[in-house]
């Protein structure tokens, strides 16, 4: 898998220790991680995830995008396997595990298996989760033999994925406007998720508000609270008018630009000067290029020959990516701060928990010796901080290991009931 994965198998390459072990954390590590994940789960709730059957179009909309994905990819994997470009299979699926499977897919559903009750919902998550992991098993079988047949064996009972075969994509599964729709909510979350980490703002500190272009509205305004949970935000703006919380800056990008336009590109740059930031972004942008006066010659402009420069106005934060817009409300007020404290302090808990080896449904109470302000957040959040940690109480206590919540020292402990 290394070797295929960092080139074409017909180019020489150097064997990277470094790189195996990145392919052994990115794929191998994953992989294993969603599959422990959802045998825990049906082990758990003592159920056969090949018996269930679940109608394709009665399925919510995040397991009918993974299926998509995964019929969209067995039809590029075969493709690739069939020109012998063994290097881009690989790549294809291990970019699908990772960033489809696990990051988004997984990690958005996984509230759902904890139901206690066997609902449509949670009947149709397994089913989508088994059937992505068997056929994922099957691609990988030529290139990963032992892993794949392990998980195979254990999934089906069968007796080896290499006697099974290959998957065939039903194009008819394949629904672009369902991946258009969370590939742009996808995009958003990752630039929101971008200012928080170039403003140093904790993802769980809760922000009040991100705006997005209101040309989206009607794609995506039914999964806003798919994006205010991912950004732990309170509201989703849909804003006609971006360009009034943004400045922009208009530069030649003087690599592509400078070869084509020579002795031009300083009368370029101050044309750009000259121009309306945002009208020309916005021009460029609904035709991919325009014409430019330029020492009296009528110019073609693309995209690729501007630099756009984008800061947001005072209070805000700002990202783009390939002209899609996130901008957040970055201020933090007392009472966002005081959920932010309730939040850091669920997941210092959460990691006491784990590090106890707690049974994933143990009761449990919670000891903090805290200053005045953690104090008055537990107060505010105690309800939520006890359904989210299975504790039964929260009591004061005295001498406690000290963790840092926000900048504030806090002693916590937990009990098991």
């Not at 392919?23 to 590590?29: E, L, M, P, Q």
């Not at 969209?72 to 020109?83: A, F, N």
């Not at 699926?93 to 509230?111: C, G, K, P, T």
């Not at 420069?309 to 934060?317: C, H, R, S």
């Amino acid at each position: 898998w290394y070797l295929l994965h960092t080139s074409p198998a017909w180019s020489p390459t150097k064997f990277d220790e470094d790189g195996l072990v990145e392919i052994v954390s990115k794929f191998f590590g994953t992989i294993k991680n969603v599959y422990n994940f959802f045998v825990l789960y049906s082990n758990q709730d003592d159920l056969d995830p090949a018996s269930l059957e679940v109608a394709y179009d009665q399925r919510p909309e995040l397991d009918r995008w993974i299926i998509s994905k995964y019929n969209k990819l067995i039809k590029e994997v075969t493709e690739e396997m069939d020109r012998y470009d063994h290097m881009k299979s690989v790549r294809k699926i291990q970019d699908f595990v990772n960033e489809d499977l696990s990051n988004w897919y997984i990690r958005r559903a996984r509230r759902r298996f904890w139901g206690e009750e066997l609902t449509e919902d949670k009947k149709s998550v397994y089913a989508t989760t088994y059937e992505v992991l068997v056929g994922v098993a099957k691609m990988i079988a030529p290139f990963a033999p032992f892993i794949s047949d392990e998980m195979y064996q254990n999934l089906t009972g069968e007796e080896s994925v290499h006697l099974a075969f290959f998957p065939k994509a039903d194009e008819s599964l394949i629904d672009e406007k369902v991946e258009e729709r969370m590939d742009l909510v996808r995009t958003l979350v990752a630039l929101g998720r971008g200012i928080r980490e170039k403003e140093r703002i904790k993802v769980r500190q809760p922000l009040t508000e991100v705006m997005v272009d209101g040309k989206y509205e009607a794609i995506i305004s039914d999964l806003t609270p798919l994006i205010m949970e991912e950004l732990n935000i309170k509201t989703v703006v849909f804003e006609n008018k971006l360009d009034e919380y943004m400045n922009y800056s208009l530069k030649p990008n003087f690599k592509v630009a400078g070869p084509m336009l020579g002795k031009n590109i300083k009368a370029f740059g101050g044309a750009l000067a000259q121009a309306d930031p945002a009208a020309t972004v916005a021009a460029i942008e609904a035709e991919g290029k325009i014409t430019m006066d330029i020492n009296g010659d009528a110019v073609e402009i693309t995209a690729e020959m501007v630099d756009v420069k984008i800061d947001a106005k005072e209070g805000f934060a700002v990202a783009m990516e390939n002209n899609v817009f996130a901008i957040l409300d970055t201020t933090v007020t007392p009472e966002l701060a005081a959920e932010g404290l309730a939040r850091e302090l669920i997941s210092k808990v959460q990691q006491m928990r784990k590090q106890n080896d707690y049974e994933m449904m143990d009761n449990i109470k919670i000891f903090v010796e805290a200053d005045e302000e953690v104090a008055a957040a537990i107060e505010i959040h105690k309800e939520y901080i006890m359904k989210e940690t299975l504790a039964v109480a929260i009591e004061a206590g005295t001498d406690l290991k000290t963790s840092d919540l926000n900048g504030h020292k806090t002693g916590i402990d937990v009990e098991r009931v």
